[in-house]
């Protein structure tokens, strides 16, 4: 069982930066990729990025255009989303997902939310215009 709390969210100017960060309990941290989702309202829960068990792979939506950097510091049992250059249209929930690592799958690092096992409460992330 693995227990995600995000943090980091909030309200921030549009071009502003902010850093979400995702804390995992449990010592199995390094079984899982991790990734980023997102919710707007009234739209589909949407991929943002995704990390592997080691950091070696990494997957972002296009639509992020190189905006976003997600990063991971095992020792801590954390996954961080770097978001700068946000516009209002990143105005969302944001959830962190665990997804456990298929036994010979090293890059592991899902893209589609049915892959992955557990999730995070989410945290608010209001940008204004």
């Known amino acids: 069982q693995v227990q995600l709390v995000e943090t980091g969210g909030g309200l921030v100017q549009a071009v502003g930066s902010l850093r979400l960060s995702c804390a995992a309990s449990?010592?199995?941290?390094?079984?899982?990729?991790m990734g980023w989702f997102r919710q707007a309202p009234g739209k589909e829960r949407e991929f943002v990025a995704a990390?592997?068990?080691?950091?070696?792979?990494?997957s972002y939506a296009n639509s992020l255009q190189g905006r976003f950097t997600i990063s991971r510091d095992n020792a801590k049992n954390t996954v961080y989303l770097q978001m700068n250059s946000l516009k209002s249209e990143d105005t969302a929930v944001y959830y962190c997902a665990a997804s456990q690592i298929p036994a010979i799958a090293t890059n592991w690092a899902p893209v589609v939310g049915h892959e992955y096992d557990y999730w995070g409460q989410g945290t608010q992330v209001t940008v204004s215009s």
């Open positions: 449990g010592r199995t941290f390094r079984r899982y990729a």
């Open positions: 990390i592997s068990w080691s950091g070696g792979a990494t």
